[in-house]
T-cell receptor
């Protein structure tokens, strides 16, 4: 079984809709991250969490929110989706440092 | 601002040849670097890492070289195989940051049989 899973894997939605992406991990890691990937750009950090209920903004947090209610789960929400949020979204986990982040398989989100 | 970049966006090699993928970084304070492999439809997968107190590190068929003088990182893949076809990108961790990785844009490696 995969260590980091994401649901859904693909999602098409309309402008203005609320969307939630889920991430679960079985690695026992405290740290979890949400990134977005766009063609021609590197991965960009949206939010990160060092522990349950710990939330920190990354470089592109506007328009997104997250929730960390359990060590194994980190969810990303788009309160009102817009077309420029169309992207690949990745969840990642790491141990007590930034070293070697483990990524999930990604969620392809399309906002029409 | 600081950035992590790649010299070539695409690289095509013959099966069995050695591949070299390059990465330039501009943050001289970075002290930790990672190479990731991303296959189509999958998340990035860790390949190898290196700290700034090293110049070279070897793994299975892969070697990472770090030249701090010119702020250059390279990934060498020996005897490239079709399964090596993927996007490769580097990431750097600026010194003093306990959470941030700055990712490069990636190089698409295509291995021809």
């Amino acid at each position: 079984d995969a260590d980091v899973t994401q649901t859904p894997r693909n999602r098409i939605t309309k402008t203005g809709k609320r969307i939630m992406l889920e991430c679960s991990q079985t690695k026992g890691h405290d740290r979890m991250y949400w990134y977005r990937q766009d063609p021609g750009l590197g991965l960009r950090l949206i939010y990160y969490s060092f522990d349950v209920k710990d939330i920190n903004k990354g470089e592109i947090s506007d328009g997104y929110s997250v929730s960390r209610q359990a060590q194994a789960k980190f969810s990303l929400s788009l309160e009102s989706a817009i077309p420029n949020q169309t992207a690949l979204y990745f969840c990642a986990t790491s141990g007590q440092s930034v070293d070697e982040q483990f990524f999930g398989p990604g969620t392809r989100l399309t906002v029409l | 601002g600081e950035s992590v970049g790649l010299h070539l966006p695409t690289l095509s090699v013959q099966e069995g040849d050695n591949s070299i993928i390059n990465c330039a970084y501009s943050n001289s304070a970075s002290d930790y670097f990672i190479w990731y492999k991303q296959e189509s439809g999958k998340g990035p997968q860790f390949i190898i890492d290196i700290r700034s107190n090293m110049d070279k590190r070897q793994g299975q068929r892969v070697t990472v070289l770090l030249n701090k003088t010119v702020k250059h990182l390279s990934l060498q893949i020996a005897a490239t195989q079709p399964g090596d076809s993927a996007v490769y990108f580097c990431a750097e961790n600026p010194w003093g940051s306990n959470y941030k990785l700055t990712f490069g844009k990636g190089t698409l490696l295509t291995v021809n049989p």
